[in-house]
């Protein structure tokens, strides 16, 4: 049976995915090394999981692969965890900043306006000389 990742009971904050990758393969006495072999893996993906730095490991596909792979084989509840994922990158979106428009955005709005209106201006003259 699949041990649950996620203590629903705790009032503690949530733990991290990597953290709880990380602590599961220490309380099987795995090295990185160790689990990447037996994953047919890279130790640096693993070490990037347990770290939480998913941009380096590709998209969500790739990650949620990576997690579901790992997690079987620290007989962890995969989709517990990836569900925690999703919650862990949504809140991590919820920290980026939009910039406002920027000045190069305005400049290819005005551009955009006055090839507008000189594509006007050419279709009027072309009309009023051909009548």
Do not use: C
């Amino acid at each position: 049976m699949k041990e649950s990742t996620i203590n629903k009971a705790s009032n503690e904050p949530l733990a991290s995915v990597g953290s709880l990758l990380k602590e599961a393969r220490e309380k099987r006495k795995l090295s990185l090394e160790d689990a990447a072999a037996k994953l047919f893996s890279d130790p640096d993906i693993l070490e990037d999981l347990e770290n939480n730095i998913f941009e380096k490991l590709g998209g969500n596909v790739f990650i949620k692969g990576y997690i579901r792979n790992y997690s079987k084989l620290l007989d962890l509840d995969s989709t517990e965890l990836i569900d925690l994922l999703a919650n862990q990158l949504e809140l991590e979106e919820e920290k980026i900043v939009l910039p406002k428009i920027t000045e190069h955005l305005v400049a290819l709005r005005i551009i955009a306006i006055v090839s507008l209106i000189l594509l006007l201006v050419t279709i009027l003259g072309m009309y009023v000389s051909h009548n």
